[in-house]
């Protein structure tokens, strides 16, 4: 087989090696995509679980809350009434409306810090959410076969430019002393005009 016969052989056997490495690298590629947008959707879920933690937390708060400031009161009207004090009237009713203003602040401010935690665990989990779409929108957008398609049209460019390069420069012509000495088939050395 003639050196030009070779170049053109192993330039083709090269196009055909890096097609299918274009094919299974996007496909490769396209289901890492597809893998990363399970673990984001997976993600959104644990920040969701976690939102739902810190509400759950601060209503849990708020109710231990309202028993101590229950108790408070309670020990206070105990306290004022076995002193023989109106509890309808004067200090004592406003010792009384003062509990009871302290216990809502403070109620408020705990569930005011719960919906913030909340608001930042369902933020993660919109960012993971749309992280998730766009990996998918990305796997969605690779073809495997496209990526090899192209690589072949590339390669098989550039082999018929080396084609057309050597042949035009002779290096494919069966008489040409380069190449009769492994062409394969038969020189006519009788000027007959065949040629094999």
């Known amino acids: 087989m003639s050196f030009a ?7 083709g056997a090269g196009v055909a090696s890096s097609t299918i490495g274009s ?22 879920r ?14 849990q708060e708020v109710g231990k809350l309202t028993m101590s400031a229950g108790r408070l009161k309670s020990s206070q ?11 309808g009237e004067g200090n004592a009713a406003e010792v009384q409306a003062t509990t009871e203003i302290m216990k809502e602040t403070d109620a408020n401010t705990l569930t005011a810090n719960a919906v913030r935690n909340a608001w ?17 929108a990305s796997a969605g957008s690779i073809s495997p076969g496209s990526a090899a398609f192209g690589t072949l049209l ?3 460019g550039s082999v018929a430019s080396s084609w057309y390069t ?26 007959s005009g065949f040629r094999f």
Request: hydrophobic letters at 35%; proline letters at 1%.
């Open 120 to 136: 930042g665990y369902r933020t993660q989990s919109t960012n993971y959410q749309n992280e998730a779409l766009t990996k998918r």
């Open 77 to 87: 009207r105990a306290a004022m009434a076995a002193n023989g004090i109106d509890l």
């Open 154 to 156: 590339g390669g098989a």
């Open 23 to 44: 094919y299974f690298s996007a496909k490769t590629q396209k289901s890492n995509l597809y893998a990363q947008a399970a673990i984001a959707d997976t993600n959104s």
């Open 46 to 59: 644990i920040a969701e679980l976690g939102a739902q933690s810190a509400l759950f937390q601060g209503e």
């Open 166 to 191: 050597m042949n035009k420069a002779g290096g494919f012509t069966p008489g040409d002393s380069r190449s009769d000495a492994n062409w394969g088939g038969w020189v006519d050395n009788n000027n």
């Open 5 to 11: 016969i070779s170049s053109i052989a192993l330039q």
